[in-house]
């Protein structure tokens, strides 16, 4: 799932200070989840940018709706702004630019997109992919070194690693788990690791039609 998070209140008060009737939108799939854009999380919002504005003395309504997924079509032919002079969405970074592609209002964002992850239990997600067009997992044992190793390289462990941890200090290196993975399934290191990652899928294909396949897709 896409992991994202609320941006502080002082953030997102100053983008629609100057509207006067704001639409909230959450989004019941992956900012559901995440805690952060669901039908609760819109509500909150609402409550807590009516109260900021009603104590500044300003006049700005805000209402909320939310649709089941901000990154489809078919979910945003339920979105009914009329009467709105902006959109505030409670999606991921996809929701916010589909939202924007589709209605003629000025859309900002409440949410900072974070990663794609998984659940490590309530309220807490591991990134695990930043989408980089160019899968490499199973060359890692399913660690992303992109995504875990704070320096994205392609053949560490780095002179950093003290004992198994990032210099970071915040984080297991990502390279000790994938090389003590690796040994645990008794496979060798993968013969790519260790040459630099070919970024072009993601620079040179930012949308993908599955009908029309590899390279075709522009
Ligand atoms: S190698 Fe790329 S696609 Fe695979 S998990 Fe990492 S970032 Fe995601
Ligand atoms: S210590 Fe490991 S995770 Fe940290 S930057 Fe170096 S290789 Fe990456």
């Known amino acids: 799932m896409i992991v994202v998070r609320l941006k502080p209140l002082a953030e997102i008060c100053p983008m629609v200070a100057h509207h006067h009737r704001v639409l909230v939108v959450g989004c019941n799939t992956c900012a559901a989840v995440s805690l952060a854009g669901g039908e609760k999380e819109v509500e909150t919002l609402v409550a807590a940018l009516s109260l900021a ?63 794609i992850g998984v659940s490590k239990g309530f309220g807490s997600w591991q990134a695990e992919c930043s989408a980089c067009g160019s899968c490499v997992l199973g060359e890692t044992a399913g660690i992303c070194p992109i995504t875990r190793c704070a320096k994205g390289i392609m053949n560490g462990p780095c002179g950093g690693v003290q004992d198994g941890v990032c210099e970071l200090g915040d984080r297991d290196c990502a390279w000790v788990l994938i090389h003590d993975r690796l040994a645990a399934q008794g496979r060798d290191k993968a013969c790519s690791i260790g040459d630099p990652k070919d970024n072009a899928a993601k620079t040179l294909c930012p949308e993908w039609d599955m009908n029309k396949g590899h390279g075709e897709s522009r």
């Open 53 to 115: 504005s009603s104590a500044k003395h300003e006049t700005a309504q805000f209402e909320g709706d939310v649709v089941q997924r901000q990154c489809e079509p078919e979910f945003l032919e339920d979105l009914d702004a009329s009467g709105y002079d902006a959109i505030l969405s409670m999606g991921c970074g996809a929701g916010v630019a589909f939202i924007a592609e589709n209605c003629q209002l000025p859309v900002y964002p409440a949410l900072d997109t974070m990663f």
